[in-house]
Protein backbone atom coordinates (compact mmCIF):
# COMPACT_ATOMS: atom_id res chain seq x y z
CA UNK A 1 0.00 0.00 0.00
CA UNK A 2 1.44 3.41 -1.13
CA UNK A 3 2.04 5.81 2.01
CA UNK A 4 4.00 8.34 3.37
CA UNK A 5 5.63 8.64 6.96
CA UNK A 6 7.11 11.93 8.68
CA UNK A 7 9.28 12.00 11.11
CA UNK A 8 11.76 14.29 12.85
CA UNK A 9 9.21 16.28 15.00
CA UNK A 10 9.63 17.01 18.77
CA UNK A 11 10.02 19.72 21.54
CA UNK A 12 12.30 22.99 19.90
CA UNK A 13 12.69 26.09 22.13
CA UNK A 14 11.81 29.12 20.50
CA UNK A 15 14.53 30.74 17.62
CA UNK A 16 15.39 27.06 17.29
CA UNK A 17 15.31 24.81 14.48
CA UNK A 18 14.15 21.08 13.30
CA UNK A 19 14.09 19.42 10.32
CA UNK A 20 11.06 17.00 9.59
CA UNK A 21 11.15 14.05 6.77
CA UNK A 22 8.84 12.72 4.70
CA UNK A 23 9.79 9.15 2.92
CA UNK A 24 7.73 7.85 1.01
CA UNK A 25 6.88 4.10 0.38
CA UNK A 26 5.81 1.87 -1.98
CA UNK A 27 6.22 4.32 -4.94
CA UNK A 28 8.97 7.26 -6.28
CA UNK A 29 8.12 10.70 -5.27
CA UNK A 30 9.11 11.48 -8.86
CA UNK A 31 6.14 13.67 -10.56
CA UNK A 32 4.55 13.85 -7.48
CA UNK A 33 4.39 17.10 -5.45
CA UNK A 34 4.87 17.48 -2.08
CA UNK A 35 2.97 19.86 0.59
CA UNK A 36 3.22 20.19 4.18
CA UNK A 37 0.53 20.78 6.33
CA UNK A 38 -0.04 21.81 10.10
CA UNK A 39 -2.93 21.34 12.75
CA UNK A 40 -2.87 23.08 15.95
CA UNK A 41 -5.24 22.22 18.52
CA UNK A 42 -8.67 23.47 17.87
CA UNK A 43 -7.55 24.42 14.31
CA UNK A 44 -8.28 23.45 11.13
CA UNK A 45 -5.50 21.54 8.90
CA UNK A 46 -3.23 24.51 7.16
CA UNK A 47 -0.97 24.39 4.24
CA UNK A 48 2.34 25.26 5.31
CA UNK A 49 4.44 24.89 2.04
CA UNK A 50 4.53 22.77 -0.82
CA UNK A 51 7.08 21.86 -3.81
CA UNK A 52 6.56 20.46 -7.40
CA UNK A 53 7.58 17.32 -8.49
CA UNK A 54 11.20 18.89 -9.81
CA UNK A 55 12.39 20.52 -7.14
CA UNK A 56 11.99 23.95 -9.37
CA UNK A 57 9.53 25.12 -7.31
CA UNK A 58 8.69 26.02 -4.17
CA UNK A 59 6.16 27.81 -2.03
CA UNK A 60 5.35 28.94 1.54
CA UNK A 61 2.40 30.20 3.57
CA UNK A 62 3.16 34.13 4.46
CA UNK A 63 3.29 32.97 8.42
CA UNK A 64 6.46 30.80 7.54
CA UNK A 65 7.73 32.74 4.90
CA UNK A 66 11.44 33.32 5.35
CA UNK A 67 11.65 30.58 8.13
CA UNK A 68 10.75 27.43 6.64
CA UNK A 69 12.48 25.54 3.71
CA UNK A 70 11.06 22.78 1.75
CA UNK A 71 13.09 20.31 -0.12
CA UNK A 72 13.15 16.86 -1.41
CA UNK A 73 15.83 14.07 -2.34
CA UNK A 74 14.27 12.19 -4.88
CA UNK A 75 17.19 9.41 -5.07
CA UNK A 76 16.62 9.15 -1.46
CA UNK A 77 12.98 8.99 -1.78
CA UNK A 78 12.35 12.23 0.76
CA UNK A 79 11.22 15.52 1.01
CA UNK A 80 12.12 17.52 3.88
CA UNK A 81 10.91 20.77 6.01
CA UNK A 82 13.66 22.73 7.16
CA UNK A 83 11.91 25.10 10.46
CA UNK A 84 14.22 27.66 11.88
CA UNK A 85 14.08 30.41 13.88
CA UNK A 86 10.53 28.53 15.64
CA UNK A 87 7.88 30.31 17.43
CA UNK A 88 5.40 29.33 19.83
CA UNK A 89 2.61 29.65 17.27
CA UNK A 90 4.67 27.11 15.19
CA UNK A 91 3.55 24.20 17.53
CA UNK A 92 1.40 21.91 15.59
CA UNK A 93 1.19 18.12 14.12
CA UNK A 94 3.00 18.64 10.83
CA UNK A 95 1.28 16.04 7.83
CA UNK A 96 3.09 15.55 4.69
CA UNK A 97 0.79 14.83 1.24
CA UNK A 98 1.80 14.00 -1.93
CA UNK A 99 -0.21 13.80 -5.16
CA UNK A 100 0.39 12.85 -8.80
CA UNK A 101 1.68 16.30 -10.59
CA UNK A 102 3.01 17.12 -13.75
CA UNK A 103 3.07 21.00 -13.75
CA UNK A 104 5.81 22.82 -12.42
CA UNK A 105 3.75 24.79 -9.45
CA UNK A 106 2.38 22.51 -6.95
CA UNK A 107 -0.93 22.32 -5.00
CA UNK A 108 -2.00 24.40 -2.19
CA UNK A 109 -5.49 22.82 -1.32
CA UNK A 110 -5.39 19.77 0.64
CA UNK A 111 -8.84 17.65 -0.87
CA UNK A 112 -5.75 17.90 -3.77
CA UNK A 113 -3.81 15.87 -2.01
CA UNK A 114 -4.05 12.01 -2.18
CA UNK A 115 -1.39 10.13 0.11
CA UNK A 116 -1.16 11.60 4.23
CA UNK A 117 1.04 10.41 7.05
CA UNK A 118 0.26 10.04 10.18
CA UNK A 119 1.84 13.67 11.39
CA UNK A 120 4.56 14.28 13.49
CA UNK A 121 4.27 17.08 16.69
CA UNK A 122 6.51 20.00 16.76
CA UNK A 123 6.51 21.84 19.85
CA UNK A 124 7.66 25.08 20.59
CA UNK A 125 8.29 25.82 24.52
CA UNK A 126 10.74 27.46 26.74
Known amino acids: QLHVVESGGGLVQPGGSLRLSCAAS????????VGWFRQAPGKDREWVSC????????IYADPVKGRFTISRDNAKNTAYLQINSAELEDTAAYYC???????????????????WGQGTQVTVSS
Open 51 to 58: ISGSGSST
Open 97 to 115: AVVQWYGSACPKRRELYEY
Open 26 to 33: EFTLDFHA
